[in-house]
T-cell receptor
Framework: NAGVTQTPKFQVLKTGQSMTLQCAQD?????MYWYRQDPGMGLRLIYY???????DKGEVPNGYNVSRLNKREFSLRLESAAPSQTSVYFC??????????????FGQGTRLTVV | KNQVEQSPQSLIILEGKNCTLQ??????????LRWYKQDTGRGPVSLTI?????NTKSNGRYTATLDADTKQSSLHITASQLSDSASYIC????????????FGAGTRLAVHP
């Protein structure tokens, strides 16, 4: 059981380049999320998808776009990378968006450096 | 502004010793509080979840407490092991949904032999 799988694990981009981070989950979860984690700060929500076919902005959506390709896959796209987007990106999934007992499972992260 | 603050930022203890990590929050409306463990280079993994009515929850050697009146939580680790070396993140839900989670910056724990 793989859980949440992110690709790639590491990436170096030049300023202005574009790329897509891929995320897939095999737990039949309805909701999926993209976070970024910066040194000394807590994880911040970029975008989320409460269910297949829906996406919404989180706390820090500027410079990113997302696609909920199907129930399993949720991708994050950087159209024109900037040094401020250097971070570790985590994808997560959960049964549902709501629920005090709902558990979220995280991928292993993608470490992105923009030079 | 919703905030979650953790202390200390980092901690070094010897194997076999106990330790307690602190979390203070100003989050409204409060729904639940979670503690996660994050190993270096990995994603966070859930340790405990507590709702408003729960004031303690255990998961093996990990025991979390919650005081909703003072808006404080603690994570106590008993008989530490080398594998406990990780960051521990306190997360508060502002309203219940996963789109409403407020993450602390974490406490980095190092357990030395």
């Amino acid at each position: 059981n793989a859980g949440v799988t992110q690709t790639p694990k590491f990436q170096v981009l030049k300023t202005g380049q574009s790329m897509t981070l891929q995320c897939a989950q095999d737990m039949n979860h309805n909701s999926m999320y993209w976070y970024r984690q910066d040194p000394g700060m807590g994880l911040r929500l970029i975008y989320y998808s409460a269910s297949e076919g829906t996406t919404d902005k989180g706390e820090v959506p500027n410079g990113y776009n997302v696609s909920r390709l199907n129930k399993r896959e949720f991708s994050l796209r950087l159209e024109s990378a900037a040094p401020s987007q250097t971070s570790v990106y985590f994808c997560a999934s959960s049964d549902f968006l709501q629920g005090a007992r709902t558990e979220a499972f995280f991928g292993q992260g993608t470490r992105l450096t923009v030079v | 502004k919703n905030q979650v603050e953790q202390s200390p930022q980092s901690l070094i203890i010897l194997e076999g010793k106990n330790c307690t990590l602190q979390c203070n929050y100003t989050v409204s409306p409060f729904s639940n509080l979670r503690w996660y463990k994050q190993d270096t280079g990995r994603g966070p993994v859930s340790l405990t979840i507590m709702t408003f009515s729960e004031n303690t929850k255990s998961n093996g050697r990990y025991t979390a407490t919650l005081d909703a009146d003072t808006k404080q939580s603690s994570l106590h680790i008993t008989a530490s092991q080398l594998s406990d070396s990780a960051s521990y993140i306190c997360v508060v839900s502002a309203g219940g949904g996963y789109n409403k989670l407020i993450f602390g910056a974490g406490t980095r724990l190092a357990v030395h032999p």
